[in-house]
């Protein structure tokens, strides 16, 4: 996602008609909001007990990530030079994704850690109900 987002971007940046820009920035658009979605999806898996503050965090670094790329347009060849190097910078670091990995325990302590009040229990956080002893 984060891929097409970049090359769409760079396209945008480099576009030299009006049909052609905005067909890139539709795509770029639509593979934003698939990113950002993802995004948001993995993020309770980082600390289930802490479902907001990573969320905050996560949300926090969107905005710094804002304010660095903002800084490219200031550089010399203007908005569309800008466009391009942050087009061609997400595309370059987009692979990085798939370092990203869960373990199948953590995503069933993910599904079963959550109580009434939204915290984490112990007995919430305990086996599989499979591993649990017959009675």
Sequence with gaps: MLFVEGLALSLFGTA????????ALVIFALFVNFSTGATFGVAPFLHPQFVGATS??????G???AVLAALLFRQEGGLSAGLVTLGVT???LAPLVLLVRFSTAEQFEHM?????????TPQATSAPP???PAR
């Design 16 to 23: 030299e008609s009006l049909s052609l820009a905005i067909a």
């Design 56 to 61: 905050g965090i996560v949300a926090a670094g």
């Design 63 to 65: 905005n710094i990530g």
């Design 90 to 92: 997400v595309t370059t």
């Design 112 to 120: 079963h850690a959550v109580t009434n009040e939204g915290r984490a």
């Design 130 to 132: 499979s591993a649990a």
